[in-house]
Structures are given as C-alpha cells and as structure tokens.
C-alpha cells in the first residue's frame, strides 16, 4: 500500500516543488516505486522532470480528476529520473469551476489514485501555493503533508494557517491524515534570522520538525531549466547531498 503525501504551503517560492521533484528522485535511487502526481496548474513539477507540459497527448491531472481517464493511462515514466509521473499544465486550472457540479468533490483523486495503491511504494503530490479545491484534494487523498518551509517571518504566519487547514480536514474528511513532517528550505545557517526562526521552529513543533536541511544551492536552482533532479544534473552538490539525506530520514521515519 502507498504512503500518499501532500507537498503543500500556500506562500509560493519556498522550494516546493523543488522538494517534490528531487525528493521523488532521491526516494527512487533507495529502490522504492515513486509516482509525483503535479496537481498544480503552472505545471513546473512536470516540467522538471524533462517532460514537455504543453504536449501532454495522452491526457494529464485534470482528465484524471474529471474521470475522463483512468490515472494509469495518464502516467508517464521518467526513467531517468526513476519515478512515474502524473502530469499537469495550465489545463488544470478549469479544475476549480469543472469539479463544483461533483459529488463528493474533494474525493476526485482520492478515488483516481485508490487503483495505483498496490503499484507504489510512496505517492508524492505537488499542490499549488494556494488553499483550493484541489489542495483539499490531495489532502484529501493524502495519508500525511510534508511542509517545505523557508526560514522567515512570513513563513511562520502562513503555516500557522496551513496547519488550522490540515487540522479542519482531518476533523472533517480525512480522519487519518498526519503532519509527516516540516523540512527547512533555501537554508543559510549565516543568516541571523533563519538561526532564529528555525530555532523557534525547533521549539515549537520538536520531533515533527526534519532534522534534513536543504541548502540554498546554485545548482538546484539551475537543474530545473534542464528538465532533471538535482541527483541528474549535479550529483556531487550539496543540493543533492540534502535531498538524498532527506529521503532517509523520511523512509525511516515513515517505514516506507
């Protein structure tokens, strides 16, 4: 049975999707069967891992969410990168409007992922820096929310309300779901205010708060434009250092 996280903060520019790509590849290169699931319409999940998000020919997330295309046949294998993808562009922006005369709305992808359980070990979605519809989708679906944080003082404001969220979903439709974690993004231990805001982090949130810190790092920066993960790109970095640190300490914590 797949482990399903949501990647999900609602301030945009925190490493997200950086986190969800290179953490795919990264859990992929331990031996565990990883699908990325790109359920935000700017499509940069998709993109990053080398696939072309305005030639999607065989369908994407909204098809998928609009039942018009079993997940399955949706997916695309980014060798290379040693995941399965289910993709995504600007399509997925009608999502919003095209899921309000659905029964049970917030379950569209919970049900389009129920057939793949059996086919992974961990499922990775990449939610948009927004709290919609289709977040509370993966939220939904998802068993537990990974949180990339960068170390500001917004940050902290934004996640105080990303946590009512995820707390009003499991009281209300996902009894189950669980913070799986909080990783701290764009780190820069020089920086006198992210030693502080991650050490109010630490005290405040404890276990639940990573150990793994991922570095502000050129190369991460720039393996995006190359449509590879940082363990492609620069394997020898310490952007690719991070994440595969990061992927342990996840499938420890987690058994996956």
Do not use: W
Request: proline share 4%; net charge negative; charged share 20%.
């Amino acid at each position: 049975m797949a482990r399903i996280i949501a990647l999900t903060n609602q301030k945009g520019g925190v490493g997200k999707t950086t986190t969800a790509v290179n953490l795919a590849a990264a859990l992929a290169s331990l031996k565990k069967r990883v699908l990325l699931v790109d359920l935000d319409p700017q499509g940069h999940a998709t993109m990053g891992s080398g696939i072309d998000k305005h030639g999607l020919a065989n369908g994407g997330t909204l098809d998928v969410l609009l039942e018009e295309l079993p997940a399955r046949e949706a997916l695309i294998d980014c060798a290379e990168a040693g995941y399965q993808l289910l993709p995504a562009n600007g399509d997925l922006t009608a999502a919003e409007v095209a899921l309000l005369d659905r029964d049970a709305r917030e379950r569209c992808l919970e049900r389009a992922l129920a057939p793949l359980a059996g086919d992974f070990d961990v499922v990775l979605i990449d939610c948009p820096p927004s709290l919609n519809m289709l977040t509370v989708n993966a939220l939904t679906a998802a068993h537990g929310v990974l949180i990339p944080l960068q170390c500001e003082f917004y940050a902290l404001e934004g996640l105080s309300m990303l946590l009512d969220t995820v707390e009003q979903i499991r009281d209300g439709i996902n009894p189950g779901l669980s913070l799986d974690g909080i990783v701290r993004t764009m780190f820069d231990n020089r920086n006198s205010l992210t030693r502080d805001v991650s050490n109010q982090l630490s005290n405040y949130f404890g276990d639940d708060l990573l150990r793994t810190t991922i570095p502000r790092n050129v190369r991460l920066a720039e393996a995006p434009s190359h449509g590879q993960p940082i363990n492609r790109y620069a394997r020898l970095s310490r952007g690719a250092h991070a994440y595969r640190v990061l992927a342990r300490e996840l499938a420890r914590r987690l058994s996956l």
